[in-house]
């Protein structure tokens, strides 16, 4: 008997075409050179004539990329998409039409079983109602409702018996998850949730609005909107064994908290989206995002005081465990049309009451992970209390060594001094003195990009202990004033972060989120401004005053204009003379 897995790459290898499914993928035409072809550039490396394919022998290979890159068509996808070799040739066979032998592992074909027949079960006329509600009430794509895990879950002693017949052992169905409380009778809509390799962990049940409607109040915590199976183990967040495959160019991966906030992006063409199942991030989950192609990643959790929280927790765990990624975070600022006097919860709501363009450019401007930890530190603390502050402080000396880029350190220190009405150069030196404390003779190895704690300290004009004493009546003087510049420029900040306040809560309020975009790099560019000449920055302060105090909201193309010429660096070069 043959292998399974082999004899399935065998076949599809001998059916693909190597030559015109990497033209296809790559958009290039290869052109002949000798007994093979080359690619104008390589997919990789972005080289230029550097990546051959031998159609004859069914390989490529390009000499510029740095490490081993070559191989057959399956190497050529699993690098291209991020996958594994199951993942290449699954794809593959769905390219040349030919149909994998199903995996012989009865726990996984239980579960397989289970979700193949309730997707066959859409069909059913009793359906119809939980269809609509997902494709018409929640707006969810057919075809991503098809081309995923989700099936109709109405009658558990329907599938019970459709399972036994197949061969099914009571316990087999009993470990699948199916016959927790409520699946099958509440809850009719069942998602399957697949590990990293694709095999189906387990399942997530969901109920409609209709039967929501049912629950009498003070019954309702014992009926949440989503249940999930018994004993469900997952390894990876929900999607990454899809998402794995369609990394962008950017290598962005979008986190969001719920399935449907998931499914709801894959509908509206974000397929680089990963659900969490909620705001805690499960063991392993890291690890699997670590393995996959993604760099980037933006965290996207509700708006509400849960996804806050889980924000903040998440951030602290990634900076110091999965130094591989550059994390950034944004928020759904948006008020309800229906209800101003609450946000938008999450994207699902904010796709079905605004559209997606509108979580596009969401999405589109990011805010760095760091600087929004302390934004989020400043809810919690009071910088003017000493106690409160010096928290803070501590905190942030606790993810200092992490944070190796220079420019998110800045920015930092800047909320941190907006907020404490304290020197940049004191706060830094305080938190330096932190990390030193609370980590010696670690924080300095933990990054070669941060270097030795006491070489940055003598950076920022910190000299050794032994050698300070001679030095502190001259600096004294020095000291006091750059203190007064800068008390100079943050009562200036303060101006300018009161009026930016006020002002995005306006136009978010009338749900104009371009032009909070557009304000927030005005107010980026005057943050730089102020640091250079405080006179301009306060022409540019009381120019974007002007606008909004004439424009009133209404004028929209007069505010197009003027923040577009704010955020102009040639503008503010000569502006205000």
Known sequence: MKREGVNSF???????????????????SPRRSGKGFTLPECPFCHGHGC??????????????????????????????????????????????GYELPALRSSKRDVREEIMSQTKEDWSLPQAKDAWEYLVNLRRLSPEVLKSHDVGYFCDRSRLI??????????????????????????????????????TLSGFVAGATKARLATVKPDEADGFPKYKNASDLQVDSPYNLYYAKRRVPEDATLVIVEGILDCLQMQSHGLLNTVALGGTTFKEGFGKALATTRFTRLILLLDSDKPGRHGTAQLIRLLIQAFPKFTLFVTEITALDPADESRRIKDPDELIIKLGADVLKKVIRYPAKAGPWLVLAMRERYDMKNTLDRDRAFEEVASLWGYLTDEVERKEILRYLADG??????????????????????????RTEAAGPVTNRLTDQGVAPREQTGSRRQDKGQAGSERDRALRKKNKVLLRAYGAFVLQTRALAKAGLLWHVNRLTEAHVNLLRVLRRDPVKAQWMIETINQVFTAAKLKDLEGINTEIEQLCKQDDYDTGGE
């Open 161 to 198: 018996g459709i399972l036994k017949k197949k061969g099914f052992t009571y316990d087999e169905i009993n470990n699948s998850g199916i016959l927790t409380r409520g699946f099958g009778t509440f809850y009719e809509i069942l998602f399957g949730w697949r590990a990293y390799n694709g």
């Open 51 to 96: 990546f051959s394919i031998t159609p004859e022998k069914q390989l490529y290979n390009c000499f510029q990329c740095s490490g081993k890159t070559g191989g057959d068509i399956f190497d050529f996808i699993c690098k291209l998409r991020g996958c594994d070799k199951r993942g290449a040739l699954e794809e593959l066979a769905k390219e040349v």
């Open 10 to 28: 065998e076949e599809v290898k001998r059916k693909v075409d190597i030559l015109a499914f990497i033209e296809k993928c790559t958009g290039q």
């Open 420 to 445: 404490s009405e304290m020197p940049q150069e004191d706060i830094r030196k305080t938190i330096e003195k932190y990390a030193q404390r609370n980590a010696p003779g670690d924080l300095s190895n």
